[in-house]
């Protein structure tokens, strides 16, 4: 079945440093991929999304292109703050149906 | 436009007990999505409905049940509840069926079940 895994956390960086956080899916077909942010004590929130092979979704600084070729939908930003610090999650869905989920990924910003 | 809507913010019940969870969806949107986010387990897919009708449904024993109602606003009931079952509950809503193939799902701030 449809799958999404992610890097494991707690990644923790320096205010300014570049981010990136591995997304990698096992799919039929041609899925649609996410990127949702969890802020602490909230709901999710969109980041971004693409919904075809080389589609590059961006948000408040971060991209992920759908890269079909290698299965994956990395995460990026060239400068993260303390503000960025959350709980990422990449996710997949075909059509209208559910989102398949990766485990989470905690993001610490230090100052 | 307001977004997704989720009513208790918490919701305290003991083992055995029934609880309700309430869900609005932004405006426009027919599918409703809930999703179970338990601690150290990740986010797992309970329910779907589009159009006043369950769509499909996650690996959850049938206490988890639910409706959508003709304004396609959404209940999630369950029943005989556990002390697993505390979780924090989202909802999601997206276009569905009547948007065309826009899957796009946007999340309500969810509701704090604690079992105890």
């Known amino acids: 079945g449809d799958s999404v895994t992610q890097m494991e956390g707690p990644v923790t960086l320096s205010e300014e440093a570049f981010l990136t956080i591995n997304c990698t899916y096992t799919?039929?077909?041609?899925?649609?991929l996410f990127w949702y942010v969890q802020y602490p004590g909230e709901g999710l929130q969109l980041l971004l999304k693409?919904?075809?092979a080389d589609d590059k979704g961006s948000n408040k600084g971060f991209e992920a292109t759908y890269r079909k070729e290698t299965t994956s939908f990395h995460l990026e930003k060239g400068s993260v703050q303390v503000s960025d610090s959350a709980v990422y999650f990449c996710?997949?869905?075909?059509?209208?149906?559910?989102?398949?989920w990766g485990a989470g990924t905690k993001l610490i910003i230090k100052p | 436009e307001a977004g997704v809507t989720q009513s208790p913010t918490h919701l305290i019940k003991t083992r055995g007990q029934q609880a309700t969870l309430r869900c609005s969806p932004i405006?426009?949107?027919?599918?409703v999505y809930w999703y179970q986010q338990a601690l150290g387990l990740g986010l797992q897919f309970l329910l779907w409905?589009?159009?006043?009708?369950?769509?499909n449904r996650g690996n959850f024993p049938p206490r988890f049940s639910g409706r959508q109602f003709p304004n396609y606003s959404s209940e999630l009931n369950v029943n005989a509840l556990e002390l697993e079952d505390s979780a924090l509950y989202l909802c999601?809503?997206?276009?569905?069926?009547?948007?065309?193939?826009?899957?796009?799902?946007?999340f309500g701030p969810g509701t704090r079940l604690t079992v105890l």
């Open positions: 999601a809503s997206s276009h569905g069926t009547s948007g065309g193939n826009t899957d796009t799902q946007y």
């Open positions: 405006s426009g949107h027919t599918s």
């Open positions: 409905y589009d159009e006043g009708e369950e769509r």
């Open positions: 799919a039929t077909g041609y899925p649609s």
């Open positions: 693409a919904t075809k």
């Open positions: 996710a997949l869905s075909r059509e209208l149906d559910q989102l398949i």
